[in-house]
């Protein structure tokens, strides 16, 4: 089905509003109070799904080594930072 332009932005604004919104929640989890930006929320989220003994299709197996070494050589880490929320 064709879409207008209209309905691809309205689409591009709420995908975009739900990877902010994991953005926010991987946040809260881990304890940030700031900073925890949506592409690292997504890449844990794949760590999350593929994390299982379950078998995966092949991308997302790909997906999930790429996000780990991304991690690893840009010295991303999920620990909380000194802005750590208090509970």
Do not use: C
């Amino acid at each position: 089905m064709r879409k207008s332009a209209k309905e691809k932005q309205e689409h591009e604004n709420r995908a975009m509003a739900i990877a902010n919104k994991l953005g926010e929640e991987y946040g809260d989890w881990y304890g940030w109070t700031s900073g925890f930006g949506r592409y690292v929320a997504l890449g844990e989220y794949i760590l999350e799904e593929t994390g299982s003994d379950l078998p995966h299709d092949e991308w997302l197996m790909v997906a999930r080594e790429a996000f780990l070494k991304w991690k690893k050589d840009h010295n991303i880490s999920t620990a909380p930072p000194a802005n750590l929320k208090k509970p």
